[in-house]
């Protein structure tokens, strides 16, 4: 019997970018996003389709790499309205720990002035990756800049977890990245936890030109959908919350049978 191909098999023919090559040829901190949810059963198919000068990133040795991300928000929840309304100031404050390589940042997302993502970074000590208290002037230092209040004392608090395995591809001919996760759980307050091991959340980080991975999802029948692993699975754990902005996705893709519905057929978007 022929096995089955698996990410990991397929990943295994790419060949390595290591993370300061990759740092410096896509960096994007100012970039597009396009975000697609489709059944992790199709990232094989979908990986195999990639251009052969594709990399993956490899860092001791391993091309997959387990992340952890601690979101914070206010007890009325600014940082989600926000993001449900979508307002032009919003902006997502996490941590992000690289749990394979003990390695945390503090991260600021907010939306630039064309509409792409801007991410501000700073280091943090993995033991501090729930609390803001250490990079509270840094916090407040970006959300000054947007107006929106950071220098007058707003309360943050932990407010979500999520959990996947990613594995990030570098493709040269756009100098442009995206990012294939797997084994997707978020977890909320009072116990609440979703786990999605059927789904797949690949996302393009470009310029304002597509890439071909975004053409390969294209031609597959999958298309970029409003998506936030904060705001949606928030409002996943959370249903009395305004959701009108995902209602489609949570209905669709943030159910126990998630990853097992066949994407519809339509026309490629004209980017």
């Given at each position: 019997?022929?096995?089955?191909?698996?990410?990991?098999?397929?990943?295994?023919?790419?060949?390595?970018?290591?993370?300061?090559e990759?740092?410096?040829?896509?960096?994007?901190q100012t970039?597009?996003?396009?975000?697609?949810?489709?059944p992790?059963?199709?990232?094989?198919?979908?990986?195999?389709g990639?251009?052969?000068?594709?990399?993956?990133?490899?860092i001791?040795?391993?091309?997959s790499?387990?992340?952890?991300?601690?979101y914070f928000?206010?007890?009325?929840l600014?940082?989600?309205?926000?993001?449900?309304?979508?307002?032009?100031?919003?902006?997502?404050?996490r941590?992000?720990?690289y749990?394979?390589?003990?390695l945390?940042?503090?991260?600021?997302?907010?939306?630039?002035?064309?509409?792409?993502?801007v991410?501000?970074?700073?280091p943090?000590h993995?033991?501090?990756?729930?609390?803001?208290?250490?990079g509270?002037?840094?916090v407040?230092?970006?959300?000054?800049?947007?107006?929106?209040?950071?220098?007058?004392?707003l309360?943050?608090?932990s407010?979500?977890?999520t959990?996947?395995?990613?594995?990030?591809?570098?493709?040269?001919?756009?100098?442009?990245r995206?990012?294939?996760?797997?084994?997707?759980c978020?977890?909320?307050?009072?116990g609440?936890?979703?786990?999605?091991?059927?789904?797949?959340?690949?996302?393009?980080?470009?310029?304002?030109t597509?890439s071909?991975v975004?053409?390969l999802?294209?031609?597959?029948?999958?298309?970029?959908?409003?998506?936030?692993?904060y705001?949606?699975g928030?409002?996943?754990?959370r249903?009395?919350?305004p959701?009108?902005?995902?209602?489609?996705?949570?209905?669709?893709?943030f159910?126990?049978?998630?990853?097992?519905e066949?994407?519809?057929?339509?026309?490629?978007?004209?980017v």
């Amino acid at each position: 019997m022929i096995p089955l191909a698996t990410p990991t098999t397929v990943l295994a023919d790419l060949a390595p970018i290591d993370l300061a090559e990759l740092t410096g040829r896509a960096a994007l901190q100012t970039r597009f996003d396009r975000k697609y949810l489709l059944p992790a059963a199709e990232v094989p198919g979908l990986l195999a389709g990639l251009d052969p000068g594709t990399q993956v990133l490899e860092i001791d040795g391993r091309r997959s790499f387990r992340y952890e991300s601690v979101y914070f928000d206010t007890p009325d929840l600014v940082s989600y309205r926000l993001t449900a309304h979508r307002r032009r100031r919003r902006f997502k404050i996490r941590t992000r720990t690289y749990v394979d390589s003990d390695l945390c940042w503090l991260e600021v997302k907010t939306e630039g002035t064309r509409g792409g993502t801007v991410k501000h970074r700073l280091p943090y000590h993995p033991g501090d990756s729930g609390t803001l208290s250490p990079g509270r002037t840094f916090v407040d230092g970006i959300l000054a800049t947007l107006g929106t209040g950071g220098g007058t004392g707003l309360a943050f608090a932990s407010t979500l977890t999520t959990r996947y395995l990613r594995s990030t591809l570098f493709l040269p001919t756009t100098a442009s990245r995206a990012t294939i996760d797997l084994g997707l759980c978020w977890e909320g307050g009072h116990g609440a936890r979703l786990e999605l091991p059927g789904l797949a959340i690949v996302e393009t980080k470009t310029g304002s030109t597509a890439s071909h991975v975004d053409r390969l999802l294209w031609s597959h029948g999958h298309r970029p959908v409003a998506v936030s692993k904060y705001a949606t699975g928030l409002a996943a754990l959370r249903p009395e919350l305004p959701c009108a902005r995902w209602r489609r996705t949570l209905r669709r893709h943030f159910t126990p049978d998630a990853g097992t519905e066949a994407p519809p057929s339509s026309s490629p978007p004209s980017v």
